[in-house]
């Protein structure tokens, strides 16, 4: 059983516009959740964090925990094309390993 | 300061071929971890080392994989017996283990190609 689900195919949005991308988990004990973003062949480096339900706002960037319905989101404002890239959810265990979605392509058009 | 590093950028190697994959951490991180990406997924979980020992090795996919940490700082993941399935890139992270909000911090990786 896959641990954290990133269904949605690549999405492509125009510059200047919101970017909404998704994410569900599958382990209610899941502490904290992280957004990477990943340039093609670069490593991932980090967007964000959250571990509070609710929203949480940096930049352009604001993610969003509802551990209830087990799910955390990720809003890209005013999308640049400098944005285009694939984002991976990351849920954090208690065993200090992070399990990563597949991650989502983002593609801004100018 | 330095962020964590990774040698050889690329490897292509032989199938049944030793190969070692060298890691070094951001310096003061004592968490190191090693996770293998293949084309199209997320990063795959292999191995934490807290300090010089293996907290969880549950993610090697068998005893052909094996990673050392010996002096708490450089670790190098070393895989016997390549075959086709192992090529991957091979990502090293650091952290230093802050809690809950524990950042790991990840290396440009390793690709390794096995013909």
């Known amino acids: 059983q896959k641990e954290v689900e990133q269904n949605s195919g690549p999405l492509s949005v125009p510059e200047g516009a919101i970017a909404s991308l998704n994410c569900t988990y599958s382990?209610?004990?899941?502490?904290?959740f992280f957004w990477y973003r990943q340039y093609s062949g670069k490593s991932p480096e980090l967007i964000m964090f959250?571990?509070?339900?609710g929203d949480k706002e940096d930049g352009r960037f604001t993610a969003q925990l509802n551990k209830a319905s087990q799910y955390v989101s990720l809003l890209i404002r005013d999308s640049q094309p400098s944005d285009s890239a694939t984002y991976l959810c990351?849920?954090?265990?208690?065993?200090?390993?992070?399990?990563f979605g597949k991650g989502n392509q983002v593609v801004v058009i100018p | 300061g330095a962020g964590v590093s990774q040698t050889p950028s690329n490897k292509v190697t032989e199938k049944g071929k030793y190969v070692e994959l060298r890691c070094d951490p951001i310096?003061?991180?004592?968490?190191l971890y090693w996770y293998r990406q293949s084309l199209g997924q997320g990063p795959e979980f292999l191995i934490y080392?807290?300090?010089?020992?293996?907290?969880?090795d549950s993610g090697l996919p068998n005893d052909r994989f094996f990673a050392v940490r010996p002096e708490g700082s450089v670790s190098t993941l070393k895989i016997q017996r390549t075959e086709r399935g192992d090529s991957a890139v091979y990502l090293c992270?650091?952290?230093?283990?802050?809690?809950?909000?524990?950042?790991?911090?990840f290396g440009p990786g390793t690709r390794l190609t096995v013909l």
């Open positions: 382990d209610r004990g899941s502490q904290s």
């Open positions: 080392f807290q300090g010089t020992g293996a907290a969880d």
């Open positions: 992270a650091s952290s230093s283990l802050a809690g809950l909000t524990d950042t790991q911090y």
């Open positions: 990351a849920v954090f265990y208690g065993n200090n390993r992070l399990a």
């Open positions: 310096s003061g991180h004592t968490a």
């Open positions: 959250i571990y509070s339900n």
